[in-house]
């Protein structure tokens, strides 16, 4: 999909990197995050998205879309209505990111580009998750030729060992900030597939993507992650990707190929054909993630994007815990 070529507040692009400025950038970003999710936030958060431990905690009535490998056989017989045991979250954490920087994300028409909020997103994650002990590391892609499935040949994927600490986790921010784009269509299953393979403990996989690449490319690598692991895909998403402004004769350029195109946005039906291509996509997304038992954040570039997740995590929260017996 071709993207106009104007952005805003690149606030943490690949130049402030360049320009030494790197650290004072996610520094001012870490203490936002850490104003705003310990203000809203209440209690302690082990992360994100909790993982479950082995150690076994209370049960309560199953309920549509209950994991059925927690079922409480005893219980269940006793009663004679399904139950599943809850299981208390373990005191160390494993949480391992996904992160996607292909071309596509040098992109962005609101408050940020899509790059930033990828970042930010890290960032927020690394504040949730670091602390009593847990770990988290990384995956960084930004592009590979297609039907590269190795990716780390061609020097287009770097790994980021799980480390605990604040100190290892701004690290690991700093590394992800740095990362150069390159040119080239990314190939995000393949980057998934890389939270597969070498198997790691069970914790919690994060994916954090534009998701414009077709689903059937990365929606069998997240099932399968979702097998071992709790998997949280936060989605980003630009205005100008769900419709288009009547503004006349566009240029627009695919940051993945560098192809220039000329749209004339003021015909109302290929504003609408834009439209319905764009929302028939994000449902392909939403049900590819819903079949494979992920839990889906989806972030814009012209919103509070800290607001967004601060909200997430609380839903999250208030799911995990309704209706549970005491």
Known sequence: MARAAAVTRPELSPALAAGGRTEAVLSRLQLMVTRKLDGLLQGDYAGLLPGPGSEAGESREYRPGDDVRRMDWPVTARTTTPHVRRTVADRELETWLAVDLSASLDFGTGQWLKRDVVIAAAAALAHL???????????????APAGDRAGEAAGRVLRLPARNGRKEAQGLLRAIAGVPSQPGRGDLGALVDLLNRP??????????????????????????????????????????ELELPDVGVLPVVDPETGELHEVQTADPRLRRRYAEAAAAHRAAIDAALRTAGAAHLRLRTDRDWLLDMVRFVAAQRHARTRGTTR
């Open 129 to 143: 998750t670091v602390r009593g002990g847990n770990r988290i590391g990384a995956v960084v892609g930004t592009g």
């Open 199 to 240: 198997p790691r403990r069970r914790g919690v996989a994060v994916v954090i993507s534009d998701f414009l690449a077709p689903p059937e490319q990365w929606a069998r690598p997240v099932r399968k992650l979702r097998v071992r692991h709790d998997v949280l895909a936060i989605e980003v998403v630009d205005p100008r």
